[in-house]
């Protein structure tokens, strides 16, 4: 970089002389009395990134739409001379800082001056994808200006791209300013009074008024005149007016001071204009929100708009809709998405290229929503006429009709006011009393009645009537009777007015209406929640209703399930997945095609549940007859019967309520008492008790029983002589002597399993110490094992059983488990304790350190010869998969042990003993030198002592464990050999 110079440069000379002077190129640390908006823009000096090779460079993250603005010290000694001003630049990827923004991805960087920090701040020089230089080395920009009087700042603004995340450097600024000028420059041009093809043009004049006035220069091109460029025009005083423009075209206009015929200033810094409605900016931060539908229905001529993609404004004036003074007209707009947004309907009633006036904003909402709907009237006294409509989304935050809309955007229309026709449509239409094939319907008639009554048209299609469509009928009131429909059918309805034979209204908008049950609506936000099985059970017929797949809504009411007045049975629903939901249950007892009455609503939870199951009773004065049930849920919020459900679905069926039966069932089947061979049941009689008492019918299947059950005239029974371990089935019914109930049931339960004999920490299994895990590996089982005891490691674990270990002479041991082929038990939990049953301590834990998710404890340090005491686990998470009881490996094992079983094999003394490990006899090989055989535990504890052996040691009282057997030789040395009793 170049060396640093101080950042002002003293006042030199006299004040006629003064003139701006400064340079930066951030040697120094810090900002050097520059600021920055936040905390965007910092110091940087990392080798790769700066503009030079030593120093440092300022630089700045923007993204995503996001502005930043870095602004020097006040720039004194300002002459208002022309001032030139060059910096070092570039733009980068935030991602990868040494690589080079495309052109089209960097946004802007406005290049501004002001009298204040607060501004007004004005535009000197803009940098976008039009003239910027795509490196990742810097480029150098030199531009000029000619400033107001009095002292100065100038600023960095930059807007990142809307898609884009980049980092923005500067460097080496340099401002120096030329001589004083003897003609200077007018300032603060401004326009006013813009038409499509004039505008006035105003401005400031310097201190120094000129002599011969101005001279300006206007063009579509924002390129800065020269002292060279012919002005456009001249002027005596600071207006002037333009004509003669091309309509709906973007101007730029700048003016100078013309003090003699040789002496003029350096044009004024540009003022911009358009011959036509503004430009509205939109999208600076997202591209995801614009207007996909805007539609009209009711008005002379109707839009019917629709949009696939983005675009921040869209000029569709060629597209006109119309009314008429004192016209109503409806209006739908939508977002392209399910966020929620503000809208804006603009018509510039006066025609001066704004929606500023009153009365020009026909609609701007206040209360975010993903659409719109409503109802518009044109201002009674509007002259007739051609007008600009604006319409515009905003998904965050109000806007104006010029912009900016950085979440949204403009539509532009024609809207044009026609003469009020002579014949005026009806509005209002309304539907009532709808039945499977007939219905209601009513309008509200015009302010002018018409003299010969009405026409209606209706049709299964929403394709609107046109004035040479046959009416459906005519009716002299605002009501008519529409009969002979097609039920289950969805219908649209429409009206006219008929004035004389020769004159009728245009058809009204369309009422809607369906000969039967609403269609619910869901699944507009997702469908992974549905009702997954629907079942009932003590119903006269029952439902047993599963899916595999989500449907919005199923029209199942070829099924049915029937009870009696005052009858009840349970229901059970159940969602697709874990997820928790509120369920309904709705009957349409009064067959008037809805769920709106009283006591329709048979279920609506208010607590999430993934299932839920209860009682259901009919009503008790129910008249007979086939009723439409729905069956809903919803993940997500509260819903009625007719939708929407954005996280749930509808399934339909129909209810028969039939005349109750001679013979009624019993109800509250349940059962209790579960053992390894024998379950209680029981029931609750019926209001009118069966004179034969009951039979029940138990199986290990879930087939409804077809024959006769086991009588009974009690309301418990005991089910004995059962196979552990086994699921049973069992119904009821009432036996009323010459007739029998519909069965009851099925309710099921599981016989329990014997435990094991290590169940307990007191029946626990001695492990046998080994030298690896498959010297003394022990293949067990936890089936029928029951949770006691705790762990330190994992609380998802149970069925627990027990096993015990001697430490060896080391005081280490290592206890393990592995799988079995086949087994169901894929995870398990080993915990370690220390003390006697009853009174353990933990003293370690593990859950997944062996091959695969099995357990592995390694324990040091040890007391040899103390028992601990091993505990393996069922896993009983779901992670990796479900884990049920079965059998499993076990091994104890040290490795200082795997020499000590073979150390007779090594020993150099010709006397063995054998075998190691042995069950309840050790030979020796050669006894005749032996005086004495010396019996040891590990600790060291004599246990045994034999004089004189014999060739065979009957030593089938020691437990299972290691132990040291010394041989006392007659010579007077001795032999220690390591055995193993299994």
């Known amino acids: ?311 921040a404004y869209t000029d569709n004036t060629a597209t006109s809709f119309s009314s008429y003074p004192g016209g109503t007209f409806n209006y739908s707009l939508a977002n392209s998405n399910t966020s929620t947004c503000y809208f804006y309907i603009w018509v510039d009633f006066n025609n001066d290229l704004d929606f500023n006036d009153a009365g020009e904003t026909m609609l701007a909402t206040t209360t975010y929503a993903a659409s719109t709907s409503g109802t518009l009237t044109v201002p009674v006294g509007q002259a007739l006429g051609s007008y600009r409509a604006r319409i515009a989304l905003s998904e965050s935050g109000a806007i104006t009709a010029c912009g900016p809309a950085p979440y949204g955007n403009y539509v532009d229309f024609t809207f044009n006011v026609n003469a009020a026709p002579s014949c005026i449509a009806p ?137 009696y007045p005052g009858g009840t049975f349970n229901y059970s629903l159940a969602n697709s997945n874990t997820s928790t939901c509120y369920f309904y249950i709705w009957v349409d007892f009064n067959n008037d095609l809805d769920f709106n009455d009283a006591g329709e609503t048979m279920l609506a939870t208010t607590t999430y549940a993934a299932s839920t199951s209860g009682t259901l009773t009919v009503p008790v004065g129910q008249a007979l007859g086939s009723y439409r049930a729905r069956i809903a849920l919803s993940e997500s919020g509260a819903i009625t019967a007719c939708g929407p459900a954005p996280y749930g679905n509808y399934v339909d069926f129909t209810f028969n309520v039939t005349a109750a039966p001679s013979c009624v069932a019993p109800t509250s089947l349940t059962v209790a008492n579960v053992a390894l061979s024998s379950a209680d049941v029981s029931w609750t009689a019926p209001a009118s008790v069966p004179s034969s008492g009951y039979e029940y019918y138990y199986s290990t299947s879930n087939t409804d029983p077809v024959g006769s059950g086991t009588s009974t005239n009690n309301l418990t029974e005991t089910l004995s002589s059962l196979t552990q371990n086994t699921t049973y089935y069992v119904w009821v019914r009432s036996n009323c002597g010459s007739s029998t109930s519909v069965w009851v049931g099925p309710i099921s339960f599981t016989t329990l399993v014997t435990p094991p004999a290590n169940d307990n920490c007191s029946g626990a299994i001695p492990l046998t110490v080994g030298g690896v895990f498959a010297d003394n590996a022990l293949t067990t089982s936890n089936v029928g094992a029951t949770t006691d005891g705790t762990t330190s490691c994992q609380s998802n674990r149970g069925d627990n059983v027990w096993f015990s270990v001697i ?74 998969g479900v884990s049920t009881n079965g059998q499993f490996q076990i091994s104890a094992y040290d490795s200082s042990l795997v020499l000590a079983t073979n150390e007779v094999k090594d020993a150099k003394n010709s006397i063995k003993v054998y075998p190691n490990p042995f069950n309840d006899v050790l030979n020796i090989s050669d006894a005749s030198n032996v005086k004495n055989v010396l019996v040891s535990d590990l600790s060291g504890r004599l246990l045994k002592t034999i004089a004189n052996p014999g060739s065979q040691l009957q030593l089938g009282e020691l437990k299972q464990g290691m132990y040291l057997v010394t041989l006392e030789m007659k010579d007077g040395s001795k032999q220690t050999i390591k055995a193993i009793k299994k």
């Not at 002299?476 to 006219?496: A, C, D, I």
């Open 1 to 311: 970089m170049k060396k640093l110079l101080l950042a002002y440069l003293a006042l030199i000379g006299t004040l006629i002389s003064a003139q701006v002077s400064y340079t930066q190129d951030w040697t120094a640390t810090g900002l050097n009395g520059w600021t920055t908006s936040g905390s965007v823009f910092s110091r940087n000096s990392t080798a790769s990134q700066i503009c030079g090779s030593t120093g440092g460079t300022i630089r700045g993250e923007r993204y995503y739409g996001n502005t930043g603005q870095f602004t020097s010290p006040v720039l004194t000694g300002n002459n208002q001379g022309t001032v030139s001003m060059s910096f070092d630049y570039k733009v980068t990827n935030y991602s990868s800082s040494t690589t080079a923004t495309p052109a089209a991805n960097i946004g802007s960087i406005k290049v501004e001056y002001a009298s204040s920090t607060s501004g007004p701040w004005t535009t000197v020089y803009t940098i976008d994808p039009t003239n910027h230089v795509s490196a990742n080395t810097c480029a150098t920009k030199t531009i000029t200006f000619n400033p107001v009087a009095g002292d100065f700042y100038v600023r960095f603004n930059v807007t990142s791209d809307a898609n884009a995340d980049v980092y923005y450097y500067f460097d080496n600024v340099n401002i120096s300013q030329g001589a004083t000028p003897t003609c200077f420059v007018p300032t603060g041009v401004t326009t006013s009074n813009a038409t499509l093809n004039s505008v006035d043009v105003s401005w400031t004049a310097p201190a120094s008024v000129p002599g011969s006035g101005y001279e300006y220069y206007y063009s579509t091109s924002n390129t800065d005149p020269t002292a060279a460029t012919t002005a456009s025009g001249t002027a005596t005083t600071t207006t002037t007016h333009l004509s003669g423009l091309t309509p709906n075209t973007t101007y730029y206009v700048w003016v100078r001071s013309v003090c003699s015929a040789s002496d003029k200033s350096a044009w004024s810094n540009s003022g911009t204009f358009r011959t036509g409605y503004c430009l509205p900016t939109a999208g600076s931060s997202s591209t995801s929100y614009y207007l996909k539908t805007i539609s009209t229905t009711g008005a002379l001529t109707n839009l019917n708009y629709s949009a696939s993609a983005y675009a």
């Open 427 to 563: 509005t209002g239409i309304t539907t009532s009393n709808v039945t499977l094939n007939s219905v209601d319907v009513s309008w509200t008639a015009p302010a002018s009645v018409p003299g010969s009554g009405y026409e209606y048209y209706y049709s299964t299609s929403n394709t609107d009537p046109t004035a040479a469509t046959t009416a459906s009928g005519t009716a002299t009131t605002t009501t008519t009777h529409l009969s002979g429909l097609t039920p289950n059918t969805t219908y649209y309805v429409w009206v006219r007015s008929v004035c004389s034979a020769s004159d009728k209204s245009a058809w009204s908008n369309s009422g809607t209406f369906r000969t039967g049950y609403c269609l619910p609506t869901a699944g507009s936000s997702s469908t992974s929640y549905y009702l997954k099985t629907i079942s009932t059970t003590g119903a006269l017929t029952n439902l047993n209703y599963s899916a595999s797949a989500y449907a919005a809504y199923t029209d199942n009411t070829a099924t049915s399930f029937s009870s």
């Open 807 to 880: 430490v060896p002479a080391s005081g280490n041991v290592t206890v393990e488990t592995k799988g079995v082929s086949g087994s169901g038990l894929l995870d398990t939990v080993l915990s370690a304790h220390s003390g006697t049953c009853g009174s353990l301590t933990s003293i370690a834990c593990n859950d997944d350190n062996s091959s695969g998710v099995y357990s592995l404890v390694s324990l040091t340090g040890q007391t040899p010869g103390s028992t601990l005491y091993f505990s393996v686990w069922r896993y009983t998470g779901t992670a990796g």
